[in-house]
């Protein structure tokens, strides 16, 4: 699965410092290992956004499209 982020995903990556591990984390998702990023779909499920984690604190939200991630947001999970 490929992922993709926006400006706004690029500039709190950046904020947070966090560019390294989320190269990482999109890695793991192109190589199918969705279970060491603990990709999943969040609830409600109808709106259809998904999550997966950065590090223990920080989690990339995503709209995923085909076999496409779309990264809109990184957030502070605490």
Not at 36 to 46: E, Y
Not at 54 to 64: P, Q, W
């Amino acid at each position: 699965m490929l992922v993709f982020d926006n400006e706004n995903a690029r500039k709190d990556l950046q904020k947070f410092q966090l560019t390294k591990q989320y190269k990482k984390a999109c890695d793991y998702i192109r190589d199918d290992q969705y279970y060491k990023v603990q990709l999943k779909l969040r609830k409600p499920k109808s709106k259809g956004i998904y999550q997966f984690r950065i590090s223990k604190k920080y989690r990339a939200f995503a709209i995923k499209k085909e076999q496409t991630l779309f990264v809109f947001e990184i957030s502070d999970h605490q």
